[in-house]
């Protein structure tokens, strides 16, 4: 079916003429697993009108389609094409066409459907006289009935010939299936898709108001269907009996109908007036006007608990859309909502700017989302550290404090680093700043902040909050920006130098600054009796070995080793693995010094064999049982085995070595395999490594350089080797 399908979307091109598509035909050999196909193409060409080459194809599927669902779609196809073989389909016998005209077809379509569609009211005839029903044989599978279909997309015409058959003008599926008209009669579905003629006409038809259709007419500013409802008994006080409607106020204040909304809230409840406050929002969002708030507000009061959650919901909302305004509106008014749920993410692509906004689609999608109620509670003052408030999170809770919002104990952890002012301001309320603030404000380089969370007497030590949040210390955090002063005056302030990684890759002091290569810093922090041998964090953690090794930190690696960083015992799994990070990402000089600290072991052989040896997991052994489960037997300990023999040769010995392992792990012996990396001398070496040092603070590594340079070439004789 490919290469007919392939002939009739060529079918304005020179390549495609009649001749070649009655020569391919006429060679085609059509199959009865072909029929699928063919449904497939005719609907396809259902949507163009009809050419000669499609004419062609019509013909030469008429002879060869067997079942009522082929037929049904050739039939469909025709009348949607406008062919001139639907004259031929329609002499039929109606004993012939009855057995498949009312076959839905692909995209749940029938042959009289198809008819509505063309808006041919004397084919519609031939039709019924051929055995189509007007009828709905398959509720749960048809979309919408013949009748709603016609309200859709066809005219007043072919409405008045339908109900000349007799069928049911209020008739409507059930609410629970799912779709766009589900739930709606003739006349609400006329209304959504605008067509005003069809629903004036079904209105004199004596269609019945079941609800929604006012607010439906209101969205489209239809005036004169708005007041002909109106006559006819709708109410501004109405609630919507049909889902995946608004109400009459939100389809006021999406239409921006002042006068409108002025009258609706005369004749509604607090309830309905309170959750049309988000559709508001919606709109000064999109207008910058604050008119329909203001409005709205001034008939608020006393709100239930159900309805101080909606306009914390509304609070929230603002927030998200940048415009506090409109949150000092609502506490103006005197309004004092507490909860809200955490919703901002709704927001995060498309209502950036104003322009954006598409209103009233995103609301319904925002809406609906609300009124399922799937979000979790919070407490405003707990939303203003949401990371979708961005910068309005702190001004935010100052809002709220301003207003006699009781103060959170602790400082919320803002998505956005506050300012010193705004910071200044919550502890004139009563918040106490915590260590992360210092923490962040370190990350940050708030200096200003910093100095002044210090001189407060912030605590420097705890690392987990109230709620069990474990964050980096702000000794951690300076040693992270290689920040040496910072660090030696934390340390004075009673600093944990020791203070255990957060479990989320987190980092100790010291595994820090040797990650980054800040040498002098990680020189300064083992005189402060910095752990070499401190464990990683649980995930994503490197001990300061491994890191140093795995970011090729050649010279603070020589330092840990020399500062007796262990390499057996509970030590061996770092020296493995550093000795992995360094190979893996391709600093064979760093992974040969580790790997020549030390006679290699069975243990280590053992243990690098093992393919999880690099993984990020907690799961892995400890230290103490990675040695007693891979150390060699007492006879075999005392063997060492010679550095040549380790891991493989790289010039081609065949090993038992996993090879996901022998990938990781090219040979760091001296070979010609292996790139030789010069190593640079020591005064080009003290050139390089301030450059790893934090620029902000006078360079420490400079100051050692300085001050250690004779003792290096006795602590330090790598730096003399010769290329």
Same mark, same amino acid.
């Given at each position: 079916m490919a290469i007919i399908k392939s002939a009739w979307e060529s079918r304005n091109t020179p390549r495609t003429t009649l001749e070649s598509t009655a020569f391919l035909l006429s060679n085609f050999l059509f199959r009865q697993e072909d029929e699928k196909g063919? #449904?497939?193409?005719? /609907?396809?060409?259902?949507?163009?009108?009809?050419?000669?080459?499609a004419e062609q194809i019509f013909e030469f599927f008429r002879t060869r389609l067997h079942t009522p669902a082929s037929k049904a779609q050739l039939l469909t196809a025709a009348i949607g094409a406008h062919s001139r073989i639907l004259s031929d389909l329609l002499s039929e016998s109606r004993e012939h066409v009855s057995a498949y005209i009312n076959y839905f077809t692909r995209g749940k379509n029938t042959p009289i459907?198809?008819?509505? #569609?063309v808006k041919d009211t004397k084919l519609l005839r031939?039709?019924?006289?051929?055995?189509? /029903?007007?009828?709905?044989p398959s509720p749960s599978f048809a979309l919408l009935s013949p009748l709603q279909y016609a309200a859709c997309v066809s005219d007043v015409e072919m409405l008045q010939e339908i109900l000349r058959q007799g069928v049911d003008l209020n008739y409507r599926h059930s609410s629970n299936i799912f779709g766009r008209y589900a739930g709606k009669i003739a006349l609400q579905i006329a209304l959504i898709v605008d067509k005003s003629e069809n629903a004036m006409f079904l209105l004199a038809a004596g269609a019945t108001l079941v609800g929604g259709e006012l607010a439906i007419a209101i969205s489209h500013r239809r005036h004169a269907i708005v007041n002909e409802l109106l006559a006819r008994g709708a109410s501004f006080a109405e609630a919507s009996t049909i889902p995946d409607t608004f109400s009459v106020l939100e389809a006021a204040i999406l239409a921006e109908d %002042? %006068?409108?909304i002025s009258r609706i809230v005369e004749d509604n409840s607090q309830a309905v007036i309170v959750q049309a406050i988000w559709s508001a929002i919606f709109v000064a969002k999109s207008s910058s006007d604050l008119s329909i708030l203001k409005l709205l507000f001034g008939h608020i009061s006393a709100p239930s608990e159900l309805e101080n959650l909606w306009l914390g919901i509304a609070m929230h909302l603002a927030a998200t859309f940048r415009d506090l305004r409109i949150v000092q509106l609502i506490l103006a008014s005197g309004l004092r909502p507490e909860k809200c749920f955490h919703t901002g993410h709704l927001f995060t692509t498309n209502t950036e700017a104003s322009k954006t906004l598409r209103i009233p689609y995103d609301y319904y999608w925002w809406r609906e989302e609300m009124l399922l109620g799937r979000f979790a509670k919070c407490t405003l003052m707990e939303a203003t550290a949401s990371p979708f408030l961005s910068t309005e999170g702190p001004r935010l809770a100052i809002l709220l404090l301003q207003y006699g919002y009781d103060p959170p104990r602790l400082c919320p952890d803002f998505f956005r680093y506050p300012s010193l002012k705004a910071l200044q301001t919550l502890q004139s309320f009563g918040v106490e700043m915590t260590p992360q603030i210092l923490s962040d404000s370190i990350n940050e380089n708030a200096y200003e902040v910093t100095e002044w969370l210090l001189k407060l007497g912030v605590d420097v030590n705890r690392t987990r909050d109230d709620y069990g949040h474990s964050y980096d210390s702000p000794v951690q955090a300076a040693a992270g920006e290689g920040n040496l002063p910072l660090v030696e005056r934390l340390v004075n302030l009673g600093a944990d130098i020791n203070a255990p990684a957060s479990y989320n890759s987190g980092a100790t002091a010291l595994q820090?600054? /040797?990650m980054w290569g800040y040498f002098g810093l990680v020189r300064?922090?083992?005189e402060f009796q910095a752990d070499p041998n401190a464990p990683a964090a649980g995930r994503f953690g490197r001990t300061a070995l491994e890191g140093a090794a795995e970011n090729g930190k050649l010279d603070v690696v020589q330092l840990l080793l020399n500062s007796g960083v262990q390499t057996v015992g509970s030590g061996r799994r770092q020296h493995v693995r550093a000795i992995g990070f360094a190979s893996q990402e391709g600093h064979h000089a760093v992974a040969r010094l580790i790997k020549s600290h030390r006679p290699w072991e069975e243990a280590d052989q053992k243990l690098i064999d093992d393919k999880d040896i690099l993984e990020h997991s907690s799961n892995y052994d400890s230290d103490e049982e990675t040695d007693e489960k891979y150390d060699s037997s007492d006879e075999a300990s005392d063997a060492k085995v010679e550095v040549s023999e380790v891991l493989y040769e790289v010039a081609g010995e065949n090993i038992e070595v996993d090879e996901k392992v022998r990938d990781s792990y090219i040979s760091v012996e001296e070979d010609k395999a292996l790139p030789e990396i010069s190593v640079p001398r020591l005064t080009y070496v003290g050139e390089s490594l301030v450059d790893e040092v934090d620029k902000r603070i006078e360079l420490p590594g400079d100051a050692v350089w300085a001050e250690e340079y004779e003792s290096l /070439?006795?602590?330090?004789?790598?730096l003399f080797w010769e290329d």
């Open positions: 063919a #449904r497939i193409l005719l /609907s396809n060409m259902a949507l163009s009108k009809a050419c000669p080459i459907m198809a008819a509505i #569609r031939r039709l019924l006289q051929l055995g189509a /029903s007007l009828d709905m %002042v %006068v409108l820090a600054a /040797s300064r922090l083992l /070439s006795s602590e330090l004789p790598w």
